[in-house]
Nanobody, 123 residues
Framework: QVQMVESGGGSVQAGGSLRLSCAAS????????MAWCRQAPGKTREIIAA????????WYADSVKGRFKISRDNAKSEGYLQMNDLEPEDTAVYYC????????????????WGQGTRVTVSL
């Protein structure tokens, strides 16, 4: 099982940028798809970005398309989420997740999560 630790969260003003990182332990990270998900206060967790193990395919939720970019460095066992033009609606705890399953662009496809990093966006 891949263990993940997220970092890079914080407080930022609307229009700002943050880059989240996900450090994975275990040599099998490079064989897993990965995703970034978030859970806003009072809301259910949602998947916002995902990519396959080799980076051949990507998926983004409409709410972040064009503003966020998911990437990974398998040699370093790290994943990233570059977030630009942040909005107050992006305030949430952000989680990275991995899966060896086929449903790599669905929240239900993921069963391995990090502890999360909090992002707060203010006006």
């Amino acid at each position: 099982q891949v263990q993940m630790v997220e970092s890079g969260g914080g407080s930022v003003q609307a229009g700002g940028s943050l880059r989240l990182s996900c450090a994975a332990s275990g040599r099998t990270f490079s064989f897993s798809a990965m995703a970034w998900c978030r859970q806003a206060p009072g809301k259910t967790r949602e998947i916002i970005a995902a990519m396959t193990s080799t980076g051949g395919s990507f998926w983004y939720a409409d709410s972040v398309k064009g503003r966020f970019k998911i990437s990974r460095d398998n040699a370093k066992s790290e994943g990233y989420l570059q977030m630009n033009d942040l909005e107050p609606e992006d305030t949430a705890v952000y989680y990275c997740a991995t899966t060896y399953g086929r449903n790599w662009n669905s929240l239900r496809g993921y069963d391995n999560w990090g502890q999360g990093t909090r992002v707060t966006v203010s006006l």
